[in-house]
Nanobody, 127 residues
Framework: QVQLVESGGGLVQAGGSLRLSCVRS????????MGWFRQAPGKEREFVGAISVSGTNTYYADSVKGRFTISRDNAKNTVYLQMNSLKAEDTAVYYC????????????????????WGQGTQVIVSS
């Protein structure tokens, strides 16, 4: 069983920054690609970014490319999402996800019914 716990959300002004963290427990962290999705009010959940097991490869949605950076520390079982130049449209609940299939994850296809999703952390960007 895999447990994911996100933290770091909050209220920030447009143009500001936040760093989200996701700590994983359970099965070996380094076996999984890790990613972030988000869901804004009234909208479908959408892919934000993903990172490979080694951390060498990263993938981003076009909407966040150049502003968000995903990284991981396998020694700490933690994945991070550094969010800079935040916009009002980045307001959403952000979810951490683990998937053994990196192709599926990086294409935003990890099912919401799969095992390994966190509970989410709220990010509100005020304009």
């Amino acid at each position: 069983q895999v447990q994911l716990v996100e933290s770091g959300g909050g209220l920030v002004q447009a143009g500001g920054s936040l760093r989200l963290s996701c700590v994983r427990s359970g099965r070996t962290f380094s076996d999984y690609g890790m990613g972030w999705f988000r869901q804004a009010p009234g909208k479908e959940r959408e892919f934000v970014g993903a990172i490979s097991v080694s951390g060498t490869n990263t993938y981003y949605a076009d909407s966040v490319k150049g502003r968000f950076t995903i990284s991981r520390d396998n020694a700490k079982n933690t994945v991070y999402l550094q969010m800079n130049s935040l916009k009002a449209e980045d307001t959403a609940v952000y979810y951490c996800v683990a998937d053994t299939n990196l192709w599926r994850l990086s294409n935003g296809l990890t099912s919401s019914h799969s095992c390994c999703w966190g509970q989410g952390t709220q990010v509100i960007v005020s304009s």
